[in-house]
């Protein structure tokens, strides 16, 4: 076989492993609760396809990366926020991707992007896959899809829709006052700030644009002004 063969091979035998990752992946968001989901995952997923090749990044280590970023979600959740999903989630995935051929470089750089994703995670993103991991999940917490998913986690915790009368950015996470609202002023309002590519800067500013737009006319529809 010559060196393209070879080459050739190598690609299908990483293709069938994609279909076991895929899967194994799949199983461990069964019960999960559906803002961080498997269809989340999906998502972020499909804008590492979208976003990867144009940054130049190593497609392999950034959809396993983007497979697996978020298997460690239901023990956070479990915990009120006591636990870091993404530190957890890079625990269990390095026994996850062993078998699936990849060098000692890309696991440990797969085990550095989910370690890295997370906004409030201690870990920043150093490579660019792990960049652009960052930037993907991102994206799918703005925008319309982040809007629909802000008020989907409150309602998944019982917060209400929303306090005018405290200030909400003080208010506890995982509480009664943990609304979409609260979401956006904490964390959604900063993302188009923290990409880390040029791709999910240009995608965040149309996203950007138009959940602010949306939570003003939310207040002026709540408070009876129009």
Same mark, same amino acid.
Do not use: S
């Given at each position: 076989?010559? +060196?393209?063969?070879?080459?050739?091979?190598?690609?299908?035998?990483? /293709?069938? !492993?994609?279909?076991? &990752? =895929? +899967?194994t992946a799949k199983r461990l968001f069964m019960g999960a609760r559906s803002s961080h989901d498997w269809e989340h995952?999906?998502?972020?997923?499909? &804008?590492?396809?979208?976003?990867?090749?144009?940054?130049? $990044?190593?497609?392999?280590?950034? &959809?396993? $990366? =983007?497979? &697996?970023?978020?298997?460690? *979600?239901? #023990?956070?959740?479990?915990? /009120?926020?006591?636990?870091?999903? !993404?530190?957890?989630?890079?625990?269990?995935?390095?026994?996850?991707?062993?078998?699936?051929g990849f060098s000692k470089d890309q696991k440990e750089n797969i085990l550095h992007?989910? *370690? !890295?994703?997370? #906004?409030?995670?201690? +870990?920043?993103?150093?490579?660019?896959? $792990?960049?652009?991991? #960052?930037?993907?999940?991102?994206?799918? !917490?703005?925008g319309a899809v982040g809007i629909a998913r802000a008020y989907l986690f409150a309602g998944e915790i019982g917060a209400r829709l929303h306090n005018p009368f405290v200030k909400i950015e003080a208010m506890p996470p995982y509480s009664v006052n943990d609304t979409g609202f609260r979401e956006y002023k904490v964390k959604l309002i900063k993302i188009r700030d923290r990409m880390h590519t040029d791709t999910g800067r240009r995608l965040a500013e149309d996203r950007h644009r138009f959940m602010e737009g949306f939570f003003q006319r939310f207040l002026e529809e709540h408070a009876g002004k129009r």
């Open positions: 076989m010559d +060196a393209f063969g070879v080459k050739m091979a190598g690609a299908a035998q990483q /293709n069938r !492993a994609w279909k076991g &990752l =895929g +899967a995952t999906q998502r972020v997923c499909r &804008l590492c396809r979208r976003m990867g090749p144009a940054e130049g $990044a190593d497609m392999d280590v950034l &959809l396993a $990366a =983007g497979y &697996l970023h978020d298997i460690g *979600r239901c #023990f956070e959740d479990a915990a /009120n926020g006591d636990v870091c999903h !993404a530190e957890k989630g890079a625990q269990m995935a390095g026994e996850i991707i062993a078998p699936h992007c989910i *370690r !890295a994703h997370r #906004f409030r995670g201690k +870990a920043a993103p150093k490579t660019i896959e $792990a960049k652009v991991l #960052f930037d993907a999940d991102k994206l799918d !917490a703005i």
